[in-house]
C-alpha cells in the first residue's frame, strides 16, 4: 500500500511499468479529490490508474465532459486547463480528421 505522499513522489518521477501497474491496482486516486488526482495522472505520461476513473475525474478538474478523441490533442486541453477557455462543440468536432468523422441524428427519418 502507498501513502499520499509516496504517490505524490512516484506520480512525479518516472515510474517502471511494475510501480505503474501496482498504483493502479491500489487505488492511490481516492487519496486525492478529482482535481488533484487528475492533476497527478495528467503529469505523468505513464497510465497508473483506470482510464475511466481518469477520464471521469479529468471532466471534473476541467469542468466539462471531454471526448475520448480529445485526449491525443494533450496541447489543447494544456491550453484550456491554463486559460479556462472552453472549446465550443464544433471546435471539439474539428480535431476528428474528415474521413474517420461519423455523425448520427436520430431525429432525421
Known sequence: MFTPDQVIAIMMGNPDKETCVELADSGWWNFFDDAQSAFLQWNQPKLCMPFGEFHKRFESWIGRPVFTHEFAS???????????????????????????????????E
Do not use: V
Open 74 to 108: 494533450k496541447r489543447l486541453l494544456q491550453d484550456e486547463l491554463d486559460t479556462g477557455i472552453h472549446p465550443s462543440l464544433s471546435e471539439i468536432m474539428a480535431q476528428i480528421p474528415p474521413e474517420k468523422l461519423i455523425t448520427f441524428n436520430p431525429q432525421t
